[in-house]
Nanobody, 126 residues
Framework: VQLVESGGGLVQSGGSLKLSCVAS????????MGWFRQAPGKEREFVAAIIWTTGTTYYTNSVKGRFTISRDDEKDTVFLQMNNLKPEDTADYYCAIDQGRYSTSYYWMSQFYDFWGQGTQVTVSS
């Protein structure tokens, strides 16, 4: 499986960006896709996830009401619409996909996912 992210960039505080992640290869076993981020000097953290069979979405508290995860089944793509961005959202953003090894209850854990994209940088200036 390969994941390719795009859409990152530099934006002012309060602005918006939309990240995309295109999946290719053996995605048939997928049960979820997620977005994580890693700021300089910090650990990678969960941002959002979508359960593929139900469309149920989950978010970390700090982005609820500002970020929206969505998907395009035909294009095998997951999106992260980010609105009202804040300087603390500055990070490298990674999308990830699982291969059905674990319960989707673990969507928030990086170990749940089997493949990762290369990351796209998001910088929010104050």
């Amino acid at each position: 499986v390969q994941l390719v992210e795009s859409g990152g960039g530099l934006v002012q505080s309060g602005g918006s960006l939309k990240l995309s992640c295109v999946a290719s290869g053996s995605t048939a076993s997928r049960t979820a896709m997620g977005w994580f981020r890693q700021a300089p000097g910090k650990e990678r953290e969960f941002v959002a996830a979508i359960i593929w069979t139900t469309g149920t979405t989950y978010y970390t508290n700090s982005v609820k009401g500002r970020f929206t995860i969505s998907r395009d089944d035909e294009k095998d793509t997951v999106f992260l619409q980010m609105n009202n961005l804040k300087p603390e959202d500055t990070a490298d953003y990674y999308c990830a996909i699982d291969q059905g090894r674990y319960s989707t209850s673990y969507y928030w854990m990086s170990q749940f996912y089997d493949f990762w994209g290369q990351g796209t940088q998001v910088t929010v200036s104050s």
